[in-house]
């Protein structure tokens, strides 16, 4: 089935046609603009590994800002050059259409596509928002029934083996350090795999239900990992209005599960979850999807921890 074009879509097209422009008239590199090879990474969970694997010989490159929306990426033309120029760009398949359509339209090499590393989880519209047969209703949630759901991060082990294939590629091309890489990504590992072990724990401490409502769909592989069940208010897009009938099965799903909080996040717009809580009368509060880092002092693994604790509270 066919789908006309979103105004997202459209946007990271013309972005992309622009940058190509320019893109044909520049010779190719590799480093960033203090003369390192450059990284370019459209979430910070990306941007957490390389930094740890490559640290000071890597000019680091973040596309998105903080507390925005990473799927709603628009690049610059800047950026796009940036893409292009790179010694490596991290992909998660379809969280960024502007990153995919720039990736696809120079046909780059430079890129490292997280899927040929690590199995992505499907986004599959009936295990999130338990659909009927038959279709999708009236809030367009059919269109996040096809593809990979691409908040991968959400796992740390998966986490740990980008870090290790990061490694890998850059000590191709720095080969001089090529064994401190590789060092600094067994160190991530063992972090990476003791935190999880961390988590594991925790979650297993929760007897009985483990169901919590988010804003969208973002926490499929936290869920998958630790044995949680996540029912999302929209899809892996947060742009994926609710429908009015998706709305009371939500208030069903609170009253059946005896959910005590619905989770909104900072890069999609709490108004729903928070409406919702309202309606049913339990508490709204906040999870950290990690798209981009919100606070200098909080890493990926004090947020992790953080999520976890949250998530803990609206179960005691």
């Known amino acids: ?24 008239a520049c010779g190719e590199g590799g480093s960033g603009s203090d003369g390192k090879p450059a990284v370019v990474a459209a979430c910070y969970p990306m941007e ?59 046909g780059t090499d430079n890129v490292l596509d997280v899927s040929s590393v690590v199995t992505l989880l499907a986004s599959s519209g009936e295990d999130e928002h338990e659909h009927e047969e038959g279709g999708s209703d009236d809030g367009g949630e059919e269109h996040d029934l096809a593809g990979d759901d691409p908040h991968l991060w959400h796992d740390p082990q998966r986490m740990a083996d ?52 988010t804003s969208h769909t973002a926490f499929a592989y936290l869920a998958d990992r630790y044995d949680l069940h996540q029912v999302g208010i929209s899809g892996v897009d947060p742009e994926t209005e609710p429908s009015p009938q998706r709305l009371l099965q939500l208030e069903q799903v ?39 880092q919100l606070d200098e002092d909080q890493d990926y693994p004090a947020v992790m921890r953080s999520n976890a604790k949250a998530l803990m509270a609206s179960w005691s």
């Open 1 to 24: 089935m066919s789908f006309a074009p979103s105004r997202r879509h459209l946007l990271a097209l013309l972005g992309a046609a622009s940058g190509a422009a320019v893109l044909a």
């Open 162 to 213: 980008i870090g290790d294939a990061i490694a890998k590629r850059l000590g191709e091309q720095l080969p001089d350090v090529a064994d401190e890489l590789t060092a600094n990504a067994t160190s991530l590992r063992t972090d990476l795999e003791a935190l999880d072990a961390e988590l594991a724990e925790d979650f297993s401490s929760v007897s009985g239900n483990r169901t919590f409502i």
């Open 254 to 292: 609170v009253k059946d599960e005896e959910v005590t909080t619905i989770f909104f996040e900072t890069t999609a717009s709490p108004k729903v979850a928070q409406t919702l809580a309202e309606n049913v009368g339990v508490t709204a509060a906040e999870l950290d999807n990690l798209e981009t």
């Open 48 to 106: 957490y590994l390389a930094t740890r694997v490559a640290g000071d010989h890597v000019d680091m490159i973040q596309l998105a800002t903080p507390g925005a929306d990473a799927h709603g990426l628009e690049l610059s033309v800047k950026q796009t050059l940036e893409i292009q120029k790179a010694a490596l760009v991290l992909r998660i398949p379809g969280l960024s259409t502007a990153l995919d359509d720039a990736i696809a339209s120079e």
